[in-house]
């Protein structure tokens, strides 16, 4: 195609040529310098806040590691001052000496009164008698005690005192690897180009895998507030600016020892290093964008117009997602193959956004839902008809049976019933999962795994398996079955791994749910044994008390939700009892007038415990109230009727069932007839006259 100068002859042509060139080259360039501003900006953000997050987790994992580390000594030390005659070590074990000395140097005895002994390694006696002069003993804490060598860096030693009654003090020490602690050296566990100091609030640098200057040092404000936000800065060393962040790691709840600083560094140069590339490329860029510019604009000058306001109608319809619109264009060049690619670009993105669309009903199906059979019921079904295929399997892998697979099936022939199934799965099965972790499509002809489901029978299509990971582990499987020769194609094996991969998500996050349940009743059951166990007389009390509560409120009709806030309010309804003298509650005759004041106090003691734990607001009107009266008469406040919460006048009456009926140290439990009978009496006038009912109903 020629170009020519009369061109440029027509005014129309030379104002579209220009503002072709205007509307294309000015805001290229604009955008490509803002572009690159942006993220720069963007860049160095996530490299701060990345950085920040870091010098937090690391300081979390140095803290983490001092706990493992006290635990070892407090084992050691429970060992020593349970025989003294131990330090022999011969009693040791060599599997505790061998887990134990891989992250200690040294572990040894230091006393006035014996000579210094050594379980393993060696400790100079100069440290030895620098310890014993330097260390203050505290019964409840161990100490850490940095001792500073310059230029080398500063060794760490956990010391923990040996109680012996009647002996002189006994400290037990322990030459902390500072490799495995500080997590550098051998076992680096820094993130990528990143430096590492550590330092106390006195600037004394402990460890440091770079040269400390001391601009870096007084850039640490070394503040006391945990939640501060703003914990980084810059500064320049060599020519070179360097980003850094600090954390700083409070020891004094656990530990003696001063705050620490985590500091963590970066070179600005590695951080924009991906913009080097950018920055060589730009004006090449910006120079081609121009020539395509100029190319397009003196082709589309010698076309017809109308063409490109063809397209141009078609490209806004694109931009407003009306994909089902077609150009037509009859010009027999360039343009009407444009138009038939338009065309076809717009059907792909339209079959592309449907499918996102549906996957994405899908995800918040998967995710809307915190129990398991749900999670798997909701993905079967969706998926099934996502793809089109004759059925769906998911298998689950539970670590207490780890040769078993539980696996839910539905079938296009089953109405969306969910099929369960216990299967086996072998160590070689296992083994083709995690060599196959994206996918694998078996042939039903030639094979069937033991882990697929036997609803479909062998000798009918395929199945192409997705292995579920959760923190890199295999937890289960999911498979989509075709009777015919049918597989998935290449868009659907992408997003059958991502489904794949958001419900093996929602299954951990179900997982983790259900496993917090678990803790929260156990917690709270152990709590309640705790209360209960203060008083020889009032074992499995609180326990008793939950189950008559829950059976009564069921009576009555109520949801599982206050059920369970009931269930919580009878485990922990006399935890105030914690505030009682022992003497009161064991007491084996009657109370005094002072003595009966102080025991009133516990509903109001247990409301105040309660008090900081937000999740337990619905709780504490319950514990508070369940010695109110429905006649107005109890305590603490007095309250009757319906101004008494309804769970407290439910625990009225299971509370005060199971304490008649239970012995105590001033009289013996009552027969059952004669406990109903003081309920049924007291009906209207300490307990609500609705809830006595659904009581005695209970007990029939």
Known sequence: ??????????????????????????????????????????????SVARLQKAAKAHGLSIYERLVFLESDLHLTSSLLARDIEILSFKELSKDYHNSTSRRFHSVSVLSSSIPTQHLYGQLEETVAEELKTSIQLNDQKATLYFKFQPPSFARVFMVEKIDLSGRNPILLVGEIDTTYLWGIGHENTLPPATDLCIVDQSRNVIVSS??????????????DDQDATIRWFEYSQDAHLFFTSYWPMFLKSRFVAPTLDVVLRQDRQTVFSPLIHFKKIFPLVVLLSFWIVLFLSLTYIRKSLVPLEKLKEGTLQV?????????TVTSGDEFEELAQSFNEMAGQLNQHFKALTARSDIDRAILSSLK?????????QRIRHFFKSNGVSIGILRSRQPDSIRTYVNKDDS????????????????????????????????????????????????????????????????????????????????????????????????????????????TLEALARTVDAKSAWTAGHSERVADYAIKIARALGQTQKEINALQRAAFLHDIGKIGIPVAILDKPSSLNDEEYELVKDHPSIGAKILEPIAAYANVIPMVHQHHERYDGKGYPNGLSGENITIGARILAVADVFDAVASDRPYRQGWVKEKAISLIRDNAGKDFDPKVVEAFLSILT
């Not at 770079?210 to 503040?223: E, M, R």
């Open 319 to 327: 931009a407003q997602k009306n994909f089902t619109s077609h150009v």
């Open 210 to 223: 770079f040269q400390v200057p001391s601009q870096l040092l007084h850039g640490i404000t070394f503040a």
């Open 1 to 46: 195609m020629k170009i020519g100068s009369s061109l440029f002859k027509s005014k129309v042509a030379q104002r579209i040529f220009f503002l072709f060139v205007c509307c294309a080259l000015i805001p290229i360039t604009v955008l490509s310098v803002l572009s690159f501003m942006q993220v720069s900006k963007e860049l160095k953000e996530q």
């Open 415 to 522: 109405e969306d019933i969910t099929i369960e199934e216990f299967l086996k799965v072998s160590i070689g099965d296992t083994s083709d999962l995690l060599t196959n972790s994206e996918y694998s499509i078996v042939d039903l002809t030639q094979v069937q795994p033991a882990y697929l489901s036997t609803q479909f029978a062998p000798h009918n299509g395929k199945a192409v398996v997705f292995p579920l990971f959760l923190e890199k582990t295999l937890s289960g499987v999911m498979a989509i079955y075709y009777h015919d020769e049918k597989a998935c194609n290449a868009d659907d094996l992408y997003h059958a791994r991502q489904l794949a991969d958001q419900v093996a998500v929602a299954l951990s996050n179900a997982y983790l749910i259900e496993d917090l349940e678990e803790l929260n009743w156990g």
């Open 372 to 380: 398991t059979k749900e999670i798997i019921e909701t993905a079967l």
